[in-house]
C-alpha cells in the first residue's frame, strides 16, 4: 500500500496568514493526489484533485502543487471558514490510501 | 441536485454483520460516468477507502477488508450497500458513501455519514 504522511499533524494560523500543508507519498504517484477539508461533524469536501486542479465552487485562495512523492495546499490568506482538518489522498493505485490529516486551527 | 444518504443501524454486536444503504436522489446510479464508493472515519482518526462498485456489480475492496466486505447494488431503487461482516470493536466509525467520476479517483460528492458503533 502507499503510505501518505501529512505534515505537520497541526498548526496554528490567524486570519490572512498564508499557510502551506505538506504529504508526502511512499512511492512516486505522479499527480495523483487529491486533498479535502473536513469541518467537525461533517463529511470531507473535494478542494484539490490531480495535484492542482481546484474542484468546481472552492475559492481561487486554494492551490496545490507537486508531483512524484512531494505535494502540497496553500491558502493565500486564511478565512475563518478554512479552520478545519486536511487530508490528503492518493489515487495513482489502489487501495486508494488518507493521510492522517492536518489541523488548522488559531 | 445530487444528494447521497446513509442509513442503517447505530450499534451492531461483536462477530455480526454491519448492513448500511446509501440512498442515490438526483442522479441516476446507472450513469455510466461514475462509480460508487464507501470510506469510513473511526473516532478521532483518518479515513479508509473501503470499496467502489459499478452500476454493472463490477466492484473493488480494500484488500485489507476484501474478505469481509461486500458492496451490493440496486438500480431498481438507486441504492448500493454495504456489507461488512464479522464485525469487532475495531470497526467502529462513521461510514460514508462517496460518488467517484469514471477514470478519476477522487471523492466528489460525500453523504453525511452515519456513525456505526460496535458494542455488545
Known amino acids: 500500500d502507499i503510505q501518505m504522511t501529512q505534515s505537520p499533524s497541526s498548526l496554528s494560523a490567524s486570519v490572512g496568514d498564508r499557510v502551506t500543508l505538506t504529504c508526502r507519498a511512499s512511492q512516486d504517484i505522479t499527480t495523483y493526489v487529491n486533498w479535502y477539508q473536513q469541518k467537525p461533524g461533517m463529511a470531507p469536501k473535494l478542494v484539490i484533485y490531480s495535484a492542482s486542479t481546484l474542484q468546481s465552487g472552492v475559492p481561487s485562495r486554494f492551490s496545490g502543487s507537486g508531483s512524484g512523492t512531494d505535494f502540497t495546499l496553500t491558502i493565500s490568506s486564511l478565512q475563518r471558514e478554512d479552520f478545519a482538518i486536511y487530508h490528503c489522498?492518493?489515487?495513482?493505485?489502489?487501495?486508494?490510501?488518507f493521510g492522517q490529516g492536518t489541523k488548522v486551527e488559531v | 441536485q445530487l444528494q447521497l444518504q446513509e442509513s442503517g443501524p447505530g450499534l451492531v454486536r461483536p462477530s455480526e454483520t454491519l448492513s448500511l444503504t446509501c440512498t442515490v436522489s438526483g442522479g441516476s446510479i446507472t450513469n455510466n460516468n461514475y462509480y460508487w464508493g464507501w470510506i469510513r472515519q473511526p473516532p478521532g482518526k483518518g479515513l479508509e477507502w473501503i470499496g467502489n462498485?459499478?452500476?454493472?456489480?463490477?466492484?473493488y475492496h480494500n484488500p485489507s477488508l476484501a474478505s469481509r466486505v461486500t458492496v451490493p447494488v440496486d438500480t431498481s431503487t438507486n441504492q448500493f450497500f454495504l456489507r461488512l461482516s464479522s464485525v469487532t470493536a475495531a470497526d467502529t466509525a462513521v461510514y460514508y458513501c462517496a460518488r467517484v467520476p469514471f477514470g478519476m479517483v477522487k471523492f466528489e460528492s460525500w453523504g453525511q455519514g452515519i456513525l456505526v458503533t460496535v458494542s455488545s
Open positions: 462498485i459499478y452500476y454493472t456489480g463490477t466492484a
Open positions: 489522498q492518493q489515487s495513482y493505485s489502489t487501495p486508494w490510501t
